[in-house]
DNA sequence: CACGCACGTTGACTTGGATCAAAGAGGCTT
DNA sequence: AAGCCTCTTTGATCCAAGTCAACGTGCGTG
């Protein structure tokens, strides 16, 4: 993917890089960690990372030394077979954390790349097992973390592994729309970051598939799309379309 | 799933519950850990607790307070819809940790189910989290172990999201193979605990269709099936399967 | 500001796996 | 040792989604 703007200069004012001058303390790493802690943790983030839109944070097989809480923008992350299939494993947004996969053998396991113009923290590892020692509430906090996406990775096996094409792409935008919501922007209106063919990959189904369960959606009044603009005008509609159909194996 | 066998009567000498007279160093949680350092863990698993075949381990919905390393036997885990599907979302043994899945919200969001008497050894989550804090490496371990579930998971993704039934069920098998050979069993030679319909809803396919991948498998001379009794003849086979077919959506 | 190119939509046709149905195989239970 | 019940296999048919193809659309660059 070509980066489509010119490269914005960076700022000269360097932005002091910090957890206690974020404003993303109730979805990130920081959350429910007291003032004097969350301090403990400025040491603990090394420092911001830009990257354009296309650009890899990671790839499979780079050694591992830190995750990344996206700090803004939106990634993707995805596995590559030898034969040249993809599967997207998620889409991350402010907030969210990456790399947890290279915990285990110290070697990314999956690529992520920038969607849009994004800006990452990096936290060293090593680092943060250190302050996880110390501070009770941060180890509870980053288990919950890893759980977390333990949990939503069972949620997409269930939803690749028993449901229709119609009932996966709600799914996807209800989630979307909840996590949007989350982030204080609209749950009804946004902007799809990736295209048809990245959201088939992630939901098991082709790109022309997703084109047809989208337009089959405005057709009968559940959304309204255009290209990458999305509008949700029915969320019970979609909620329910999931409890009803028949599923599929 | 009633149970078939007559209730085994519990040994009057009461084992000693503890890791350091385990066999099971190298695969479960105390991996890597000094003499000294296994002898704190031994504090750290509360009991044992033996499950008959069907018996459940624990339920969605039930509080979260512990995690638990399978001692011996065979487990599945599964999450439910309102309307009844079912989507298995592993299958676990000797060696293997359940109930990650509770630490994200403290409430269990899958069922664990033993498909074999079984038993477990169980680790209340604060005392492992507050030796954690003491011992690094077992820290350290437990991240690893969280990671390679999230891994593990992509990998399922990967195979619902891109591959066809028979490449699936050949990655299903190759990957028995190698976690019973890792527990010292015979890498072409297993009984399986799970049914075809268990195996359908774990591959995301249905049951009649695992049974005739299972035939194919059969007639092309690849493996020698009698209903549970597998025999693996011919594993490069196999995996070539995995590699050189086209993939679907 | 127009051209190119990546992305998106839609139609026609094909197909892999689901569904429906019926018969065989073990292994508990009585 | 008979009988039941669950699991498995196999066949016939159907359909949701894939494939192939052609045409729109809109952004970003020259």
Redesign the pocket.
């Known amino acids: 993917?070509?980066?489509?703007?010119?490269a914005t200069p960076i700022s000269l004012v360097e932005v002091k890089t910090a957890c206690s001058n974020c404003n993303l303390h109730e979805l990130c790493l920081p959350m429910g960690l007291s003032h004097d802690e969350v301090e403990k943790l400025d040491e603990l983030v090394a420092n911001r990372r830009r990257l354009k839109r296309g650009e890899h944070l990671y790839r499979a097989g780079q050694p591992f030394d830190a995750i990344f809480a996206v700090r803004s923008g939106f990634f993707k992350t995805d596995v590559l077979l030898e034969d040249g299939r993809e599967q997207v494993t998620g889409f991350q947004m402010t907030g969210e954390l990456l790399g947890l996969d290279g915990i285990s053998t110290e070697i990314h396991s999956c690529n992520a790349v920038a969607l849009e113009d994004s800006e990452v923290c990096t936290i060293p590892f090593s680092h943060l097992e250190g302050l996880s020692r110390e501070i009770q509430t941060l180890q509870h906090h980053f288990h919950k973390v890893m759980s977390r996406e333990i949990v939503r990775d069972h949620g997409v096996m269930m939803l690749l592994g028993t449901?229709?094409?119609?009932?996966?792409l709600a799914a996807f935008l209800l989630n979307l729309s909840q996590r949007f919501t989350a982030r204080g922007y609209s749950p009804a209106e946004f902007y799809?970051r990736?295209?048809?063919?990245?959201?088939?990959s992630y939901l098991?189904?082709?790109?022309?598939?997703?084109?047809?369960?989208?337009?089959r959606f405005?057709e009968e009044g559940l959304i309204a799309?255009?290209?990458?603009h999305v509008r949700i005008l029915n969320i019970p509609g979609l909620k329910q379309l999931m409890n009803h159909q028949?599923?599929?194996?």
Chains 1, 2 share one sequence.
């Open positions: 993917m070509p980066n489509r703007k010119a449901m229709r094409a119609e009932e996966r799809l990736m295209t048809r063919e990245e959201i088939g098991g189904l082709k790109l022309e598939t997703v084109s047809r369960a989208f337009s405005q799309v255009q290209q990458k028949q599923g599929r194996g």
